[in-house]
């Protein structure tokens, strides 16, 4: 029941931000611009959070599986990777790919609409696979909901059953969960898809910890 308030509150300051926040943002030291419809990289802990562990090369092909504003895309095509970044909302498609513009990316970094890897050629493989996922218990009825909602975890299960498909020799995951989703039973999810998990980053906020995850496919 807790956990339920809990995800609750987090629904309803969500849905304020997207409302009456600022549609323009810097983080980081980049600006970004989002709609109501995408969500806000400024006012959402896991975006810096994620952004700030990225540790990439130019020799690194990444993929950014559900990028949002384009935040993660662009923080690793800033440090010279090539870059794929997915999302399902067309809307988040549209405003990552003005701000992989903006921020003179357009050379590394691409944007493609798409429902996880089925929009990417069979061929693509990935060194690195960036993935925020929605983690709140409920039934998306929009494409913004896509990102806050994952009813059973089936989204975040399936991930884990394709991405092994697609990631390069010593290739990783990088993935960022929330405690008010049960990250145990998510990494439990990912060991039972032939996964090992090492813990990169945690932080507390006042409603929940997130925690940073690295993946690697079983030897």
Known sequence: ???????????????????????????????????????????????????RHIVVTP???????????????????????????????PEAVRFAQRNVEQNGLEHNVSVVEGDLFSSLDPQDKFSVILFTPPYLE?????????????????LVNRFFREAKERLRPGGYVQMVYSSIAGTEEAVSMAGQSGWDYSIIARAKTFTEEFIIYRLTLNQ
């Open 1 to 51: 029941m807790f956990t339920r308030l809990k995800q609750s509150l987090v629904i309803c300051l969500i849905k304020i931000i997207q409302k009456y926040g600022s549609h323009k943002v810097c983080i980081l030291g980049k600006t970004y611009e989002i709609s109501e419809d995408v969500f806000n990289p400024k006012r959402y802990f896991t975006s810096e959070f994620m952004a």
């Open 59 to 89: 020799e690194d092909t990444v993929l950014d599986m559900g990028t949002g504003s384009g935040i993660q895309a662009i923080t690793a095509g800033h440090a010279g990777a090539k870059v794929i970044a997915v999302d399902i909302n």
């Open 138 to 154: 409920g039934s998306p009825k929009t494409h913004f909901e896509k990102a806050l909602y994952d009813p059973g975890k089936v």
